[in-house]
Structure formats: structure tokens, C-alpha cells
């Protein structure tokens, strides 16, 4: 089998997503090829697309949150989506390029390429196997929509709502959200700590801002350094967001105790380090969190999806929830000094979250 996999550069997750299928598809021997789907609807719709999302999601989150509101209430209609007419708009020169390529299947980490492949599909213009995969756990608007062969869904719970949206029960395959092996494979905290220079006692709180670097990230460290001693460690990884590197550095370089760590490949070292992890509930980072089976406090969402990925989080255990950053702090610092609580959650994402789903994803698409 030659297999293509198609993901876009709107939101780092969609792209770990894919790279995390990709490496297992590599350990089985497969031959495969990651692609940006929109980098056929041409450079500049791209950049447009791409672009705009980053800016939307770091300046004006709310905006997202309307906009998703907008998409979910669009939905319900059951007409066919402008989503679904824009991303026909390049079928044909994918449709060229998975001919031209030889590919046998296709795996699609994010919306827009699963709308693609279900246009073709309709015509009868395509009859390579084709998968989509979600990456937060909710149906997001126009998922339902889409008609490929098969999906990987994350959670049972998730499950049942694409059933009630009317979703196809025998394509819905419950694998959980592919992430890379490095988060399974598990380093222990103190070898962590010295790779990565960090004092052994310390109380390490780390602060993941997603890829675009987003989030009140002042607020956490001044609120968690203002009730801290001189043993906590609050270590910021600030994504390629080089502003925001540049107001740590300036706001809290005197301050030992504090570390901007711009874009980095070792994420699962620095989570295996820390003792709490505060995130916004994006679906990918979240689910690679509870993987290396860190202690997790969700700082608030982008409205959307994210706030479905906290609440059903929170629903099982798998970590505590904030609507404020004060209250992140605050149960940061809560969850710093309860012992049974991080325990307690670290035994719910062993129990509810599936470490090996890109793996049983990979040998999923290879046998059929």
C-alpha cells in the first residue's frame, strides 16, 4: 500500500495528529507521504487561511467562539455546508495528485481534506479507501457531513454524539487520538530533569501555550510565583510565538525561577519533568498529556471544541478545570499539594485514554 495523509497548518494538532500516524505507518514498513491539503487550493489561499485562523486564535479567540457557534447552529440544517463547497473547489487537483502518485489510500487529520475526499467520493471520481480522523473530543460542526469509509473517533462519549448527528454507527472506529510514541514511552521524572537542567526538588509547574503560543500566561506565572517560595519552577513553553518569548524573558529575567523555552521537539521530556501541567484543552496536546500521564489543570478554553475536550475531561476524572486565570492558579497550586488528586487523575487517563492509537489506527488502514 501506498498511503497519503492530509492535514493543514490551522492549529499545530492537526499536524502532530498526522505525524503521529505517519511514524507508525513507517514502523509497519508502509510507504506514506504527509501533505498540507491546502497547499492545493494554491500558496496564496493558503496563507490566507492559515494566517488568519493563527491571528484569530491568539488575538481574538471569542471571535473562533462565534464563529464555531455559527458553524454548529449551520449544521443542524442539514445543508450542504460552504465548507464543503470551499474545499471542493481544489478536488480535482487532488484527485490528480492521488492518481499521479499511485496512493491506495488516504488519512485525513482535519475538516477541510475529509470535505475534499467526500466530493470525489460523491462522483465517483475516487475509489481509494479514505479515513478521517477527530482530533477533539466532541463532533465538531460539518463532521457528520462528510462520507468517507471509515473514522477514528476518540472516546466512546464521542461516539455517541456523531451517532445522533446521524453519523453511520458501522464507519465509527472508538481508537482514541493518535500522538507520537514519545509520550508512551515514558522517562522518569528525575532523568527528565536532568536532561533538561532542571533542579531535581523543585516544585515544576509547566505552562504549554500550543504551537502559536497563546493563552494569559502572565497571569499564571505572576499568580503561581506570588504564592510560591523559592522551590517552585514555572517553565513556560512558549510555541514559535516569538513576542511572547521576548515579554517573558524582559517581564522575569531576574527571576531564576521562571524559563521561556520557545518551539521545542522534546514537549514529552518536559512533561514527563513536571509535577503539574496548565494547558488550554486543545485536543491533541490534552490527549498527549494525559499519554505521558502528567497531572493536568485545563486553563480556559477557545470557545468551541476546546470547551467540549474540558468538560468531558473533567466529566472523567482525567483533570481539573479553570474559567478564570485566577482560578488556574488556584487549582494549580491545589493540585501541587494533593498527592490523591494528581494520583487520582493520573489513574483516569491510564484508564479512559488509549496510549497505542496510532498504532491501532496504522493496522486498521493496512488491513483492509
Same mark, same amino acid.
Given at each position: 500500500?501506498?498511503?497519503?495523509?492530509?492535514?493543514?497548518?490551522?492549529?499545530?494538532?492537526?499536524?502532530?495528529?498526522?505525524?503521529?500516524?505517519?511514524?507508525?505507518?513507517?514502523?509497519?514498513?508502509?510507504?506514506?507521504?504527509?501533505?498540507?491539503?491546502?497547499?492545493?487550493?494554491?500558496?496564496?489561499?493558503?496563507?490566507?487561511?492559515?494566517?488568519?485562523?493563527?491571528?484569530?486564535?491568539?488575538?481574538?479567540?471569542?471571535?473562533?467562539?462565534?464563529?464555531?457557534?455559527?458553524?454548529?447552529?449551520?449544521?443542524?440544517?442539514?445543508?450542504?455546508?460552504?465548507?464543503?463547497?470551499?474545499?471542493?473547489?481544489?478536488?480535482?487537483?487532488?484527485?490528480?495528485?492521488?492518481?499521479?502518485?499511485?496512493?491506495?489510500?488516504?488519512?485525513?487529520?482535519?475538516?477541510?481534506?475529509?470535505?475534499?475526499?467526500?466530493?470525489?467520493?460523491?462522483?465517483?471520481?475516487?475509489?481509494?479507501?479514505? &479515513? @478521517?480522523?477527530? =482530533?477533539?473530543?466532541?463532533?465538531? !460542526? #460539518?463532521?457528520? $457531513?462528510?462520507? *468517507?469509509?471509515?473514522?477514528?473517533?476518540?472516546?466512546?462519549?464521542?461516539?455517541?454524539?456523531?451517532?445522533?448527528?446521524?453519523?453511520?454507527?458501522?464507519?465509527?472506529?472508538?481508537?482514541?487520538?493518535?500522538?507520537?510514541?514519545?509520550?508512551?514511552?515514558?522517562?522518569?521524572?528525575?532523568?527528565?530533569?536532568?536532561?533538561?537542567?532542571?533542579?531535581?526538588?523543585?516544585?515544576?509547574?509547566?505552562?504549554?501555550?500550543?504551537?502559536?503560543?497563546?493563552?494569559?500566561?502572565?497571569?499564571?506565572?505572576?499568580?503561581?510565583?506570588?504564592?510560591?517560595?523559592?522551590?517552585?519552577?514555572?517553565?513556560?513553553?512558549?510555541?514559535?510565538?516569538?513576542?511572547?518569548?521576548?515579554?517573558?524573558?524582559?517581564? &522575569? @529575567?531576574?527571576? =531564576?525561577?521562571?524559563?521561556?523555552? !520557545? #518551539?521545542?521537539? $522534546?514537549?514529552? *521530556?518536559?512533561?514527563?519533568?513536571?509535577?503539574?501541567?496548565?494547558?488550554?484543552?486543545?485536543?491533541?496536546?490534552?490527549?498527549?498529556?494525559?499519554?505521558?500521564?502528567?497531572?493536568?489543570?485545563?486553563?480556559?478554553?477557545?470557545?468551541?471544541?476546546?470547551?467540549?475536550?474540558?468538560?468531558?475531561?473533567?466529566?472523567?476524572?482525567?483533570?481539573?478545570?479553570?474559567?478564570?486565570?485566577?482560578?488556574?492558579?488556584?487549582?494549580?497550586?491545589?493540585?501541587?499539594?494533593?498527592?490523591?488528586?494528581?494520583?487520582?487523575?493520573?489513574?483516569?487517563?491510564?484508564?479512559?485514554?488509549?496510549?497505542?492509537?496510532?498504532?491501532?489506527?496504522?493496522?486498521?488502514?493496512?488491513?483492509?
Amino acid at each position: 500500500m501506498k498511503i497519503l495523509i492530509l492535514s493543514c497548518r490551522t492549529g499545530e494538532g492537526h499536524n502532530s495528529a498526522a505525524k503521529a500516524v505517519k511514524e507508525a505507518l513507517d514502523d509497519f514498513g508502509a510507504e506514506c507521504e504527509l501533505v498540507d491539503a491546502l497547499t492545493f487550493s494554491g500558496r496564496r489561499p493558503n496563507e490566507i487561511v492559515t494566517n488568519s485562523y493563527n491571528r484569530m486564535i491568539v488575538k481574538a479567540p471569542n471571535m473562533f467562539g462565534l464563529i464555531y457557534k455559527a458553524g454548529d447552529l449551520y449544521s443542524s440544517t442539514k445543508l450542504a455546508s460552504p465548507v464543503y463547497w470551499a474545499n471542493s473547489l481544489y478536488a480535482e487537483r487532488l484527485r490528480a495528485y492521488i492518481e499521479n502518485g499511485g496512493f491506495t489510500a488516504v488519512v485525513c487529520s482535519h475538516l477541510f481534506p475529509m470535505e475534499t475526499l467526500t466530493w470525489l467520493k460523491r462522483r465517483g471520481e475516487i475509489t481509494q479507501k479514505c &479515513y @478521517g480522523i477527530l =482530533t477533539d473530543y466532541t463532533c465538531i !460542526p #460539518f463532521f457528520h $457531513e462528510t462520507d *468517507l469509509d471509515a473514522y477514528f473517533i476518540p472516546h466512546t462519549e464521542v461516539t455517541e454524539e456523531c451517532l445522533e448527528k446521524g453519523m453511520a454507527g458501522e464507519k465509527l472506529l472508538t481508537t482514541g487520538i493518535p500522538v507520537m510514541k514519545t509520550f508512551s514511552n515514558r522517562v522518569e521524572k528525575q532523568t527528565a530533569r536532568e536532561k533538561l537542567s532542571i533542579p531535581a526538588g523543585c516544585k515544576l509547574f509547566l505552562i504549554m501555550t500550543g504551537g502559536i503560543g497563546c493563552g494569559r500566561v502572565f497571569d499564571f506565572c505572576d499568580g503561581i510565583l506570588a504564592k510560591s517560595g523559592k522551590d517552585v519552577c514555572v517553565i513556560v513553553l512558549s510555541g514559535r510565538n516569538e513576542q511572547l518569548k521576548a515579554g517573558l524573558n524582559s517581564r &522575569y @529575567g531576574l527571576d =531564576t525561577r521562571v524559563r521561556a523555552v !520557545p #518551539f521545542t521537539t $522534546e514537549v514529552a *521530556l518536559y512533561m514527563n519533568a513536571a509535577d503539574v501541567l496548565l494547558t488550554k484543552p486543545g485536543g491533541i496536546s490534552t490527549t498527549e498529556a494525559a499519554v505521558a500521564n502528567v497531572p493536568l489543570c485545563h486553563t480556559m478554553p477557545i470557545p468551541g471544541c476546546e470547551t467540549k475536550n474540558a468538560a468531558l475531561f473533567e466529566k472523567k476524572g482525567m483533570s481539573v478545570r479553570a474559567n478564570s486565570p485566577q482560578e488556574a492558579v488556584e487549582k494549580a497550586l491545589g493540585l501541587m499539594e494533593d498527592n490523591t488528586l494528581r494520583e487520582g487523575i493520573c489513574k483516569m487517563q491510564r484508564e479512559q485514554i488509549n496510549p497505542n492509537a496510532s498504532r491501532d489506527i496504522a493496522a486498521y488502514i493496512l488491513n483492509q
